[in-house]
């Protein structure tokens, strides 16, 4: 058995070091000594580097966002719309990450039910609203009906008729009502968006991000460009304009949008004040014997 200045120790027949610690494999040691990836060595990127520092700065921008968005007790609706593929999710979950929960919604409804679908269309959609504090990001929105229903047929004619008609004084309400709302659509090439669906199918953690309507959708490409082209013409409105994001490249799209965002919202710093540290009171507590507790065990 070699020692610690030995090149390594030596492995029990079950996988463990000789000294009793469970031996943790190369990928579990290259996660916890962080590697460098594509680059290797240790060597960092300095594109990534760059990426992550400008994004972690828009982060903190964010969160004094948030705070004033809570002080002021402000309604705030920001809408992801796109192609599928088009880094729409990418950019919410920036967004949101460094976010409270309690403050920055996220909204992706699913197929409406057959109670939903004989209500007024927009009705599922107010009841996310935000209330006085709270933003709310939906991954997609009431605009399903003038894509998706529109190309695919979910809908009839009528009622994509009278949606297009009633969607403008919509939001012109939810304007009036004091509501800050913003709309993004997320615009991806097709050489890029048929790479990133390549990828979805061959990559097991995402997978599950392409369905059988993402798949359908290819063979209404030129439909669905119609359908935004009409959308865009009825819904582009000086009180709620449509902002583009070119997404081809989604570190750089995620970082436009945010810094579009903050833009969108005039906010100052709240200072917080200023918190101390109390000491643990341990008088009255004795800790129950730790061997009778279960443990995660220590892979890295």
């Known amino acids: 058995m070699r020692g610690r200045s030995g090149r390594g120790a030596s492995v029990s027949s079950n996988g463990k070091e000789a000294n009793g610690k469970q031996r943790v494999s190369r990928s579990a040691a290259g996660f916890v000594n962080g590697d460098a990836g594509k680059h290797g060595g240790g060597v960092p990127d300095p594109k990534e580097f760059r990426y992550n520092k400008e994004l972690r700065r828009l982060q903190i921008e964010l969160v004094k966002l948030q705070e004033w968005i809570r002080h002021e007790g402000m309604r705030v609706v920001v809408l992801f719309e796109g192609r599928d593929a088009a880094g729409k999710g990418g950019a919410i979950k920036r967004i949101t990450e460094s976010l409270n929960p309690r403050i920055c919604r996220v909204v992706a409804l699913g197929t409406p039910t057959e109670r939903e679908k004989s209500q007024w269309y927009f009705q599922r959609y107010v009841s996310h609203l935000p209330a006085a504090g709270e933003m709310v990001l939906f991954d997609r929105s009431w605009y399903n ?28 309400m939810l304007i009036r009502s004091g509501i800050v709302l913003v709309k993004y659509w997320f615009s991806v090439s097709d050489e890029e968006q048929e790479r990133r669906f390549r990828e979805r199918i061959e990559n097991p953690t995402k997978r599950w991000k392409i369905s059988p309507m993402d798949l359908e959708s290819r063979r209404h490409w030129a439909d669905y460009s119609r359908a935004k ?72």
């Open 229 to 300: 082209d009409e959308m865009f013409a009825m819904t582009d409105t000086r009180q709620a304009p449509w902002f583009v994001v070119d997404a081809d490249n989604k570190k750089r799209a995620r970082l436009n949008v945010i810094h579009h965002l903050l833009s969108r919202i005039e906010y100052r710093e709240i200072q917080p004040e200023k918190l101390k540290l109390p000491d643990l009171d341990r008088r009255k507590y004795t800790r129950p014997p730790i061997h009778e507790q279960n443990f995660v065990p220590a892979v890295y």
């Open 145 to 172: 009906r003038a894509g998706v229903e529109r190309v695919m047929g979910f809908c009839t004619e009528a009622q994509y008729q009278e949606f297009m008609h009633s969607c403008p004084e919509f939001e012109r």
